[in-house]
Nanobody
Framework: VQLVESGGGLVQAGGSLRLSCAASGSIFRINDMAWYRQAPGNQRELVALVTRGGSANYADSVKGRFTISRDNAKNTVYLQMNSLKPEDTAVYYC?????????WGQGTQVTVSS
């Protein structure tokens, strides 16, 4: 099983991007789906998480600007990012938490220019 991410890129401050992450194989049961990010020199941090039932939680730094959503039928998670800031620049990773193990995407670069 692999997680395939798409949607990263270069955008000006104030712009928007939408990230997607889909599982290429079958995962028996996915509980939480999440997005993390890691900027150079920083630790990986949780950006947003959505439970199987649809409840979402966000890092304080992205509340009101980012929206996480999921499609359980497609084993896909999305991250809509609006009002982007230069400090949002990082590699973004998706994370699926199954019953037995968790899975990580390969990462997609998001760069926000000022």
């Amino acid at each position: 099983v692999q997680l395939v991410e798409s949607g990263g890129g270069l955008v000006q401050a104030g712009g928007s991007l939408r990230l997607s992450c889909a599982a290429s194989g079958s995962i028996f049961r996915i509980n939480d789906m999440a997005w993390y990010r890691q900027a150079p020199g920083n630790q990986r941090e949780l950006v947003a998480l959505v439970t199987r039932g649809g409840s979402a939680n966000y890092a304080d730094s992205v509340k009101g600007r980012f929206t996480i959503s999921r499609d359980n039928a497609k084993n896909t998670v999305y991250l809509q990012m609006n009002s982007l800031k230069p400090e949002d620049t990082a590699v973004y990773y998706c994370n699926f938490r199954g019953t037995i193990r968790q899975y990580w995407g390969q990462g997609t670069q998001v760069t926000v220019s000022s």
